[in-house]
């Protein structure tokens, strides 16, 4: 296969940028980082013994969360994020 090959086998509409549903996924991405940070903020109030499990699932569950954070901001940094240089500047 050829990079063209491959290309072609892709949609035309998958390269299609829109900042409208780009901008919902940075919402959500921010929600989750606000509803995990307030949860994490609980933890202290449970015992001990379930902070050894709820500590190491909230670091994964952030750690996923802000790695989708990373990748919006990457994608700003190759103009994927909206049609708009200014967009994806401001938001990268």
Not at 9 to 15: D, E, M, R, T
Not at 39 to 51: C, G, R
Not at 78 to 85: G, L
């Amino acid at each position: 296969f050829t990079k063209r090959d491959l290309k072609n086998a892709i949609p035309k509409h998958c390269f299609e940028r829109s900042t409208f549903k780009s901008s919902m996924y940075l919402v959500a991405d921010l929600i989750g980082v606000t509803l995990l940070y307030y949860f994490s903020t609980l933890i202290p109030e449970y015992p001990s013994f379930f902070a050894i499990i709820l500590w190491p699932t909230y670091w994964v569950l952030q750690g996923g969360v802000c790695t989708g954070l990373w990748v919006i901001a990457h994608e700003c940094g190759h103009r994927a994020f909206s049609d708009s240089v200014f967009v994806c500047d401001v938001v990268g």
